[in-house]
């Protein structure tokens, strides 16, 4: 198979050992990836235990954090201004400072909140310029959240359905977009859809393939990991229908696409869950479902 992923400006290869080393030559189930503002990587791992695995940019382990403290890992989101939220499936988000000091805990462990509220197991919380958090709320209900920065809710939205504003299970990962749009990946419908910060409908890009993670980089570039095959393909013609990576612009263009199943490197074996772009525009992608996956794609 090709050692080159992509195509055009958005053509990569990959390290998929990168990470791993004497002390540490297996990762465990691997739920969520992110960079803060050095590029240094979180890797948060559910199993076979759940914490906090920071490395370097070149793939060393510097130091981990979390031990003890989630249930069922799930997500990681860094901001701008290196403030980092969890979510995790035992109905709880937090939120964290870079070294691993808590800083706020939203919901009840081992408690899911009432129909319609929060939580009941949040997949991803992500913070807005203004200051606004809002979780996708996630594999045991289809809504969306939005809370002050004090942890005050100020709006919920979404039901079970297939029609605008309407979700598919689960509700898995939100960002919001340079033009203020808040980007919902809807992964039972195939399907990211965009809102307002007030929960207002505005549009969605249709015909993915189980749409788990959407990142954003500083050029305003849209990556989406998919966990299964495209429905169709709008851009660059992938060699087979695996779950794999696709790259877009704001407007919806499809710039890059790439994946197929297997566990070469390079492929994708169990299912791209987590993504994540870094300042120098490499990509990270976790797999779920089985262990030790995680890749890094270096852009050429």
Known sequence: MSTLFGSGDYTY????????????PALGLVSGVACDSQDR???LQREPQAAMLVFSPEGQLLHTWGEGA??????????????????????????????GTLLASWGTADRAGPPGQPFNEPARAVQ?????????????????????????????????????GEFGWPVHSVWVDPRGRLLVTDRGNNRVQHFTLDGE????????????????????TVYIAEGGPAITSRGPIRTT?????TIMSLDGDVL??????????????ASPHSLWVDSRGDIYVGEVTTHDRLQKFIRQ
């Open 41 to 43: 990587v979180y890797v």
């Open 241 to 245: 229908c695996g779950p794999g990576v």
């Open 13 to 24: 290869r990959v390290d998929a050992q990168w990470g791993r080393s004497p002390q540490l």
């Open 128 to 164: 807005s310029p203004q200051g606004d958090v809002f979780i996708a709320d996630g594999y045991g209900q289809y809504r969306v959240h939005a809370f002050s920065a004090d942890g005050t809710l100020r709006r919920s939205w979404g039901t079970k359905g297939k029609g605008p």
């Open 201 to 220: 409908y505005l549009g969605e890009w249709g015909d993915l393939g189980a749409p788990n993670d959407v990142c954003l980089d500083a050029e305003q």
């Open 70 to 99: 989630f249930g069922s890992a799930h997500g990681v989101w860094i901001g701008p201004d290196d403030a980092l939220y969890c979510t995790d499936r035992n109905h709880t988000v937090t939120h964290w400072t870079l070294d």
């Open 256 to 269: 890059a696409q790439w994946g197929e199943r297997g566990d070469a490197p390079g492929q994708f074996a």
